[in-house]
């Protein structure tokens, strides 16, 4: 079964930056889609950042030129870099990818379990 665990959450100051790590495991035979979605306290969850397989990515107006996602075909991780947070960007963060793993017929959505990210002074 394919897994998806995020790292490199935690609080910062106004203006700080930090960088996640999502990384899949399991028998994988192809990921499409990978990206960042975030949820607040009280909200519903919301689309941050993608990038597909080449490379081409998408970002939420809220974040643009201040975050940055990539990611490693060869590790299967993706990656989120912040910079300039705000206290807005604070919520819980979530990796999501199109996975076609082993004993599946084709790709299949997978979330992380989410990591936290606190942006305060």
């Known amino acids: 079964q394919v897994q998806l665990v995020e790292s490199g959450g935690g609080s910062v100051q106004p203006g700080g930056s930090l960088r996640l790590s999502c990384v899949a495991s399991?028998?994988?035979?192809?990921?499409?889609?990978m990206g960042w979605y975030r949820q607040a306290p009280g909200k519903q969850r919301e689309l941050v950042a993608t990038?597909?397989?080449?490379?081409?990515?998408n970002y939420a107006d809220s974040v643009k030129g201040r975050f940055s996602i990539s990611r490693d075909n060869a590790k299967n991780s993706v990656y989120l870099q912040m910079a300039n947070l705000k206290p807005d960007d604070t919520a819980d963060y979530y990796c999501?990818?199109?996975?076609w793993g082993y004993g599946s017929d084709g790709f299949l959505e997978v979330w992380g379990q989410g990591t936290l990210v606190t942006v305060s002074s």
């Open positions: 999501n990818a199109d996975v």
């Open positions: 399991g028998t994988i035979f192809s990921i499409a889609t």
């Open positions: 990038i597909d397989h080449g490379g081409s990515t």
